[in-house]
């Protein structure tokens, strides 16, 4: 199966160093509209719950496998920034394909969130993430550029180091119902920014145990070596800060430079 975009360079936005690279950025979900209300429980006023998640791609080039449109076999991801199971907040994530492949729109009902391919091009792809009914009735859009070629053309491939290229965010979803938060409050997935004075945590309902159903997490996935670990990049430090400027109203995203890891 192949992709055939038009020539090789990368889009928009892209980083001129080589290298695998992040992108830090806050994303705000809607508050519901009355109507919404009106069809859920009881919703927490001052409270909200963020999911720090992180997508990407990593990508193999073939070297003597490599054919002119077979060059490279990739996958592109949308995982827990922890690598823990996301499939407690994600129902099912739709993944954009560039048209030229077969079936170009691709859903993956259940974690971990993730395909792969092979081609030749790069493209943009969009990823649309779906919520179960009491997290969210919106979903949420993202956009991720395929990257199989070093930045620096002039250097030599390797079939043994993939391209790397991850986007961090959080998704931050403000006034939670209470059947939410009493669902997820423990999971190593979410995060409890802050509460408010006073507040008291409903009853929290007992985690599945993972033994008995089909692990979501990507901690011992065969990419993982690849990762990055977001745990200690201290630019989400600037994800603070990020805090303090999220409108209150809508969604919205803060985005900070492109940082080079090696």
Known sequence: MTNSSSSKKYGPGQPEESGPTLKLQRIKMSKPDEAEKKNLNKKLKDVEISIPIVYGNVAFWLGKKASEYQSHKWTVYVRGAT?????????????????????????VESPPFELSESG?????????LYFHADVCDKPLNLYHHLKLYPEDESGSMSTKKPVVVESYDEIVFPEPSDSFLARVQNHPAVTLPRLPVGFTLPPPVPIEDTSKRKRGDTKDHPLAQWFMNFSEADELLQLAAARQQVSKNGMHAISSPLVQFV
């Not at 499939?87 to 691709?106: E, Y």
């Not at 030749?120 to 649309?128: L, P, Q, R, S, V």
């Open 120 to 128: 030749w091009g790069e493209f943009e792809i969009a990823i649309t």
């Open 83 to 107: 690598n823990e199971d996301l499939g407690v907040v994600i129902k099912r994530a739709v993944f954009q394909l560039h048209s030229s492949f077969n079936n170009p729109t691709r859903a």
